[in-house]
């Protein structure tokens, strides 16, 4: 039996050399596989999964195995975004309620080391730090202390993943506010590079000539 490891976009397998010179010495049929893949990931469609395929290279039978995608993918695909922050502690993505991370949490739950839940909605809060993303209008360090402290006990407990309408739109709205902050600072930000741009290029120097004796 020979594994091959995949990376896949959910429902969008595509032909690739990486994968058919794996599968072309054994036979396979390659259009089979990866019409296969897709169905296998279609419900992750936006979203990057591992996928492993276990490959019988006398038979030529397959099976497919598709693995939890990464916590920040999960996170992406849940905020509708294509990327995470690149400077987190400057900009915001995005701005969770926690039966949102609940709801990740869940997903990841059976695929981590954490042996309680607690751990892993934890874990999933650190991503949500590391990637530029708020929770509850907070960020995600001081929600873990008032995890700590007790608060959301309820919603944990039951591992609550429906939103209230007026709580999103409280946090939609607090975001909003956030993205106009975000987009003044860039555009000032801009600016002020285009002026210093301008004021270091080089200024012609008048030309004279020289008298003839």
Not at 103 to 130: E, V, W, Y
Not at 142 to 166: M, N, R
């Amino acid at each position: 039996m020979v594994l091959i490891k995949l990376l896949v976009e959910g429902g969008k397998m595509s032909p690739g050399p990486a994968v058919a010179q794996q599968l072309g010495p054994m036979g396979i049929n390659m259009g089979q596989v990866i019409s296969d893949v897709n169905t296998a990931t279609s419900e992750f469609k936006g979203v990057t999964v591992p996928v492993h395929l276990t490959v019988d290279p006398k038979t030529k039978e397959f099976s497919i195995k598709v693995l939890s995608p990464p916590t920040s993918e999960l996170i992406k695909k849940e905020l509708k975004i294509e990327k995470a922050s690149g400077a987190r502690m400057k900009q915001k993505v995005g701005n969770f309620a926690i039966e949102q991370v609940i709801s990740i949490a869940k997903s990841k739950h059976n695929t981590m080391l954490s042996n309680d839940f607690p751990a892993t909605l934890r874990s999933i809060i650190g991503t949500c730090q590391a990637l530029g993303v708020l929770i509850e209008s907070k960020e995600p360090k001081e929600v873990l202390e008032e995890i700590s402290e007790g608060k959301y006990k309820e919603e944990i407990g039951a591992q609550k993943t429906d939103i209230d309408p007026e709580k999103k739109e409280e946090l939609d709205t607090f975001f909003a506010k956030i993205t106009e902050e975000q987009e003044a600072v860039k555009a000032a930000a801009e600016e002020a590079e285009k002026v210093k741009e301008a004021s270091e290029e080089p200024k012609e120097e008048g030309k004279t000539e020289e008298k003839k004796e």
